[in-house]
């Protein structure tokens, strides 16, 4: 079990691979406000544990107690239910123009990942 509620935040960051930056930005709280939880420096409030729950998908449980899952639901699960949720408030036309949006996006995805892969091919010595 990890030690404190301040251990548990670097691991639920390291786990889903997101630098503080980022995961800040997603929960509200400035970089260096947060490395000082994460540190100990500063205590980790409860509106802090509520948005890396909500927007993370962590376990409350785990996070301020250490035991359980350290996630509580499946991360791809809580992501469409925040994209439901935004989606329902939008009006038909908009609503269109998101579903068009994300399309175009997986497209551009797709093609990006073609070509930095090619890359990788062509940067690679042949075996002798």
């Known amino acids: 079990m ?3 509620i301040q251990d548990r935040l670097v691991a639920v960051r390291e786990s889903l691979e997101i630098n503080q930056r980022d995961f800040c930005k997603v929960i509200y709280v400035s970089q260096s406000y947060y490395a000082q939880m994460e540190s100990g420096k500063r205590p980790v409030n409860d509106r802090t ?3 890396v729950c909500s927007q993370y998908g962590v376990s409350k449980e785990y996070l301020i107690t250490g035991k359980g899952k350290m996630f509580s639901e499946n991360m791809a699960d809580l ?3 925040q ?3 935004v989606f329902t ?3 038909p036309p908009f ?3 998101v579903v068009l949006q994300v399309k175009q996006l997986v497209e551009t995805v797709k093609k990006q990942k073609g070509r930095s ?7 690679t010595p042949p075996s002798p």
């Open 89 to 91: 408030e939008l009006e």
């Open 79 to 81: 992501q469409l239910q």
């Open 49 to 51: 544990i509520s948005l």
């Open 83 to 85: 994209l439901l949720d």
């Open 95 to 97: 609503r269109d123009y």
């Open 2 to 4: 990890i030690a404190g």
């Open 117 to 123: 892969s090619t890359r990788k091919d062509k940067k």
